[in-house]
């Protein structure tokens, strides 16, 4: 049997954390209300989330489908909860999420955006959406190209039951400071290129718990921190 979580495991690292927003935006002469906290949950049980909530959080990001809707079928007392899909999305798993889900950061290309937009129930409102830019062409991580991007943000938008409200892109891992700048730099200009064309867009989904304080201080709106609340991840049963 799993033993309750004390919500003092949660709530000091919370704290840090928001403590850690709160300086980058000012470093950055940003209100540190602009930034919002995505609790990046994945592999964390359900009673952690719960604490989480008890703090005060109320973002929640989960990239395992089924993982996720076991921890919202446990927590629906929780009426605030905003969850957040950032994992990659399987073209057969698009109706789950169409429907469990506030948001979603990772939308890479048309036909999962024509499926998300088709299977979104008529009762819900809008799904908010992110598209993932594969900012530094990794081939193991997915994401939308620079060179694509602007024909799936024509797409996307065209959608009625999606609302594109921005990008989302996982730079490749650095400890350089100058080196992460640079990376989240090339997705805020990107976003700057769509709005130029028309696009009214507020949202950059940038920045984990390495690499926040670089995301901040070029524009992310989000941050996606899951190690530094929760602690390491738990094993896969």
């Known amino acids: ?11 000091d690292p919370l704290a840090k954390v928001t403590a850690r927003i709160q300086q980058a ?8 209300e602009s930034v919002r906290l995505i609790a990046a949950s994945k592999t964390q049980p359900a009673a952690a989330v719960a604490q989480a909530y008890t703090c005060g959080q109320r973002d929640f990001g989960e990239n395992y489908l089924q993982e996720a809707l076991e921890k919202q079928a446990a927590l629906t007392h ?12 399987q073209s057969n798993k698009t109706r789950p999420i169409a429907e469990n889900f506030a948001w979603i950061h990772s939308i890479d290309r048309e036909k999962v955006a024509q499926r998300l937009n088709d299977q979104r ?23 939308v190209s620079l060179k694509e991007l602007p024909l799936l943000a024509k797409a996307v938008s065209s959608l009625p039951k999606l609302q594109l409200r921005g990008l989302m892109a996982i730079p490749a891992a650095t400890n350089n400071p100058d080196q992460q700048r640079a990376a989240f730099a090339k997705l805020r200009q990107a976003m700057q290129s769509l709005q130029a064309e028309g696009y009214a867009l507020d949202t950059l989904s940038m920045g984990m718990s390495g690499d926040m304080e670089a995301a901040i201080a070029e524009g992310a709106t989000m941050v996606r921190v899951g190690t530094d609340i929760f602690g390491a991840r738990a094993r896969a049963q």
């Open 25 to 32: 935006a000012l470093v950055a002469g940003r209100n540190g």
């Open 1 to 11: 049997m799993q033993l309750p979580i004390s919500s003092n495991t949660i709530a």
């Open 78 to 89: 929780l009426s605030e909860i905003v969850w957040h899909f950032i994992g990659p999305i």
């Open 121 to 143: 129930p008529a009762d819900l409102a809008p799904l908010q959406v992110c598209l993932q830019v594969n900012i530094d062409d990794e081939t193991t991580k997915s994401g």
